[in-house]
T-cell receptor, first 113, second 110 residues
Framework: SAVISQKPSRDICQRGTSLTIQCQVDSQVTMMFWYRQQPGQSLTLIAT?????????ESGFVIDKFPISRPNLTFSTLTVSNMSPEDSSIYLC??????????FGQGTRLTVV | SQQGEEDPQALSIQEGENATMNCSYKTSINNLQWYRQNSGRGLVHLILIRSNEREKHSGRLRVTLDTSKKSSSLLITASRAADTASYFCATGGGADGLTFGKGTHLIIQP
């Protein structure tokens, strides 16, 4: 199993500003995943973050809007840049064990006003 | 992309009753998983069923998989108030991450 500490748990931000979300894992993992969950919706993968390489973004997500850092095998950050109300969502980080079983952080509930 | 489609989208039952949720998917899979999410928090893994399995049990959970119909069901027996949550099926894994269904919001009435 894996224990993931994600922070902040929630934030209310002004439009045009940026928020950086941190994710700390209690063990070394190769891949970390960032998901977005819009209000009342399911999870959508934003990007996959590997240590020592550029993140791989899914269709519809770009690095300028969602820059990701992965400085080591236990930590990653996701920044939501130049926020607008449409960015109001829950953002979740995740790791997979044995390439299948996913463990999630508790999520960051972001409200942009 | 959203591969899984759950139904119903919302389900409200009395405590003690059984709850059944269904999931359909579009592409071939190696396995299918079910996750629970309480009040918009992180997801918790419930159960995984592999493509060569038809049924799997874990406590009060029973999952079936029909690869010919590309569908799965999750049955929660003897429901409790604490089972109130959203339930998602998910396929994939590995470098491509997971693809989640739209989810079923389950409410257990005391």
């Amino acid at each position: 199993s894996a224990v993931i500490s994600q922070k902040p748990s929630r934030d209310i931000c002004q439009r045009g500003t940026s928020l950086t979300i941190q994710c700390q894992v209690d063990s070394q993992v190769t891949m970390m995943f960032w998901y977005r969950q819009q209000p009342g919706q399911s999870l959508t993968l934003i990007a996959t973050a590997n240590q020592g390489s550029e993140a791989t973004y899914e269709s519809g997500f770009v690095i300028d809007k969602f820059p990701i850092s992965r400085p080591n095998l236990t930590f990653s950050t996701l920044t939501v840049s130049n926020m607008s109300p449409e960015d109001s969502s829950i953002y979740l980080c995740s790791v997979e064990i044995d390439r299948v079983l996913a463990f999630f952080g508790q999520g960051t509930r972001l409200t942009v006003v | 992309s959203q591969q899984g489609e759950e139904d119903p989208q919302a389900l409200s039952i009395q405590e003690g009753e059984n709850a059944t949720m269904n999931c359909s998917y579009k592409t071939s899979i190696n396995n299918l998983q079910w996750y629970r999410q309480n009040s918009g928090r992180g997801l918790v893994h419930l159960i995984l069923i592999r493509s060569n399995e038809r049924e799997k049990h874990s406590g009060r959970l029973r999952v079936t998989l029909d690869t010919s119909k590309k569908s799965s069901s999750l049955l929660i027996t003897a429901s409790r108030a604490a089972d109130t949550a959203s339930y998602f099926c998910a396929t994939g894994g590995g470098a491509d991450g997971l693809t989640f269904g739209k989810g079923t919001h389950l409410i257990i009435q005391p």
